[in-house]
């Protein structure tokens, strides 16, 4: 039996480094029942897929809890947003009021014993009892958090930052504490009668110091959803009986009538019912100009209403809006994992325990090996090793970068659906673009009707075709019908009709069998082609348009050229494509000569004609086997198996329906330069992750050594413990603080 697995979102507060990250993620894999478990600790979220006959969220709450930290699930409701919003800034406050507590007895504390300043300081502070209680009441006021996530990791037989940062800091302190309490014990055993509290309380502070500037420095990456959820409206002016009254937006429902001013913004998606507007969805789609909308169009949700006033039927609300959709999915993407960032985890959860066996390492060869004092040095290098070697770097360098990248590509209408596919992005060479729909606008018109022999005038030739395709929904045959509606022509009944996938469609008129289709039908239905008839439909074809041909009873009587608009942003999305290196082919139905003419209208020399929509998936995996990383572009409905075939599917976004599932990319602005410009976007986040993987993997791989004291033989040089935590706390604050540069990009506007 098949099992049904559920995806739950849950809130992890208590993490510090990709160490925590790993911790959590083994336990809740422990669990019985769960099949993965993905966490993120930038977002602070984690994402768990499980089986409910086997699995309860109090199984998962224990799990993470019993090692320390805290969870909860995570809900949808306005209300508890706005709380966790509020606990978060009290999180914020508190840990500030740490670093200053922890600061200020610090910074009392050495001035009472660091060389120099001590001359200057006041008696009382120079006494080692009031330095003992300044320094107790910093470890295990504002510590005492590394204590809470120790002690249960400890329990567990694991360790993570706090550990590193525990074990530094009490050794210090106990240290210094025997010092001062029982300095005959350290005068019998050889060693020098001297505490150490400032080390214990500055790298306490400058550690807590770091954390607050890492938490500031983090919410500004997850600004991108912030934006998105402040663009909601609060109420909705609605109708009912007759009248209008203003409503909580979480009160309208599918199919109330909502009316919009100008100057207000469309509280859902719907379908305008009366009036007209110039709508700014700049907001959503990334579209710099206004759109101009009447009867019939649909609205979306949060858009900004310019001039007209009209009124809408609200077709999706609440969770259902385009706004909520990209929302969600912008969060599951900023919580996603690349497949770099799944490594650098895997590496952090070995590096505390290689860590702290350095650190003994270090101990025992100063003990042993060093100058006098020999256990001060020792105590002291060991203490540095500890602090230096936090993975806070490690573990922010990617989620910081995805998080700050793919917000950006929300900003301009370019929706990401996963880590994964941001990085893969990186490695396109080749992009695939579906003709209609894509490159161009999707709505053809017919520009030609040419009747051959007597009885085949214009009127006639229309009038056949659209009775024949009045039956079919393919967007060429809705552009004859609506033709000959324009016309006045009164339509045929139809008997037998028959639509051929790649040929036409076929019936009976008036007991007369009637065909319409490319040249591959004629053949098929024995109907002759004269050359002179042959070389009309060539000159068309050349002129880019989509020539249909019609036959009755058995003879062709005329052809029907249609044209679909090249899209305005075409051009310029394939020669930005082109300029990055990129080879851009063209896929189609279309018979080559026409395919051949709408390539060369937008610069695209590799043309696939006369495809089969089967025959797209097919295509795309003859490119892939030249080894070419190819990006499939289409309507995301009906080329999904070539989107799901290609490395990165790319899917237009068309009014509300966004076909999220479709592809890995969404472009919501439907602009093709929007397809350069997400792996552009690619391309710079990426650049950001690397560069932010090497400062951290070179912080630790440089200093690990240098706190070591491998320096001291050759330049008498140590790394105190105190400058230690001060290179700890910025590493993390740099990496950040360099994701952040990544909404500066410009993203080839």
């Given amino acids: 039996m098949e099992k049904k697995l559920i995806n739950r979102t849950y809130s992890v507060k208590g993490m510090h480094c990709a160490s925590c990250v790993r911790l959590i993620e083994k336990a809740l894999e422990k669990v019985d029942g769960v099949f993965s478990a993905q ?186 959803i912030k934006k998105l ?14 009248k209008e009254m203003d409503v909580p937006i979480g009160q309208v ?85 690349a497949p770099i960032q799944k490594l650098v985890d895997s590496v952090s959860s070995y590096f505390v325990p290689v860590v702290i066996m350095l650190s003994i390492l270090t101990f025992v060869v100063w003990y042993n090996f060093g100058p006098s004092p020999t256990f001060l040095f020792a105590m002291l290098n060991a203490i540095a090793v500890l602090i230096i070697a936090c993975p806070c770097a490690m573990g922010l360098a990617t989620p910081t970068a995805i998080m700050v990248g793919t917000g950006k590509g929300a900003e301009n209408g370019i929706l990401i659906k996963d880590a994964e596919s941001l990085e893969t992005a990186l490695k396109i060479n080749t992009v695939i673009f579906d003709k209609t729909g894509t490159l161009t ?157 709408i390539a060369g209208q937008v610069g695209i020399k590799r043309v696939l004609a006369e495809v089969l929509p089967d025959g797209k998936e097919a295509e795309v995996r003859k490119i892939q086997a030249e080894r070419k990383v190819v990006a499939m572009v289409g309507d995301g409905i009906n080329d999904a198996p070539a989107l799901a075939a290609a490395d990165i599917g790319i899917a237009m976004g068309t009014g509300t329906d966004v076909a999220i599932e479709a592809a890995s990319i969404t472009l919501v602005n439907k602009d093709l330069r929007s397809v350069a410009r997400a792996i552009e976007l690619s391309r710079k986040t990426m650049r950001t992750i690397r560069m932010n993987l090497i400062w951290a993997f070179g912080y630790n791989v440089i200093l690990i050594p240098v706190a070591m004291g491998a320096l001291y033989p050759f330049a008498k040089i140590l790394l105190s413990p105190i400058f230690a935590s001060a290179a700890m706390a910025m590493s993390s604050v740099s990496v950040v603080s360099n994701s952040l540069l990544l909404k500066r990009v410009g993203l080839g506007k």
Avoid: C
């Fill in 39 to 224: 966490v993120s600790l930038v977002t602070e979220r984690a994402t768990v897929a499980f089986d409910p006959q086997k699995t309860t969220d109090e199984q998962i709450f224990s799990a993470v809890s019993n090692i320390g930290y805290g969870i909860k699930q995570e809900t949808e409701m306005e209300a508890d947003k706005d709380k966790d919003k509020e606990e978060k800034s009290r999180e914020l406050r508190r840990l500030l009021r740490d670093v200053i507590v922890s600061l200020v007895f610090a910074g009392l504390i050495v001035w009472g014993s660091f060389p120099v300043l001590v001359d200057t300081a006041p008696l009382f502070l120079k006494d080692f009892y009031f330095q003992l209680v300044m320094a107790t009441i910093v470890q295990f006021w504002p510590g005492l958090q590394f204590y809470k996530g120790t002690i249960p990791a400890l329990r567990h037989r694991t360790a993570n930052m706090d550990t590193l940062i525990a074990i530094g800091t009490t050794a210090a302190y106990s240290f210094s504490v025997v010092a001062t309490l029982f300095p005959q014990f350290l005068e019998r055993a050889g060693f020098e009668v001297m505490p150490y509290f400032d080390v214990s309380t500055v790298v306490i502070g400058l550690i807590l110091l770091g954390r607050y500037f890492e938490a500031r420095a983090k919410a500004g990456t997850s600004e991108a």
């Fill in 229 to 242: 959820i402040g663009l909601q409206a609060k109420t909705a002016r609605v109708l009912k009986s007759g």
């Fill in 253 to 337: 429902v599918a199919g109330d009538i909502v009316r919009v001013r100008p100057g207000e913004k469309i509280p859902t998606d719907g379908i305008i019912e009366d009036g007209e507007s110039s709508i700014d969805e700049s907001m959503v789609t990334g579209e710099s100009l206004p759109i101009d909308k009447t009867k019939g169009d649909v609205v979306i949700g949060a858009t900004l209403n310019k001039t007209g006033t009209f009124t809408f039927k609200a077709s999706k609300v609440g969770q259902e809006t385009m706004l909520a959709q990209i929302i969600k999915l912008v969060a599951d993407a900023q919580a996603s994992k």
């Fill in 441 to 597: 606008r999707g709505k053809p018109e017919v520009t030609d009707v040419v009747g051959i022999k007597a009885k085949g005038d214009k009127g006639y030739v229309l009038k056949m075709a659209a009775s024949l395709e009045k039956g079919s929904e393919h967007s060429l045959a809705e552009a004859i019908v609506k033709k000959a509606e324009e016309e006045g022509l009164v339509l045929s009944g139809v008997e037998g009709f028959k639509a051929i996938a790649g040929f036409g469609v076929v019936g009976e008129i008036g007991g007369v069998r009637v065909v319409l289709g490319n040249i591959k039908l004629m053949q098929r239905e024995k109907i002759k082609i004269e050359k002179e008839e042959e070389m009309g439909l060539v000159k068309i074809e050349r002129e880019g348009k989509t020539v249909m041909m019609l036959g009755v009873g058995g003879e062709l009587t005329g052809l029907i050229a249609v044209a679909d608009q090249i899209k305005d942003s075409a051009k310029e999305g394939v020669a930005a494509l082109q300029k990055m290196g990129i080879e851009v082919v063209m896929i189609t139905g279309d018979n080559e000569r026409t395919a051949e003419a």
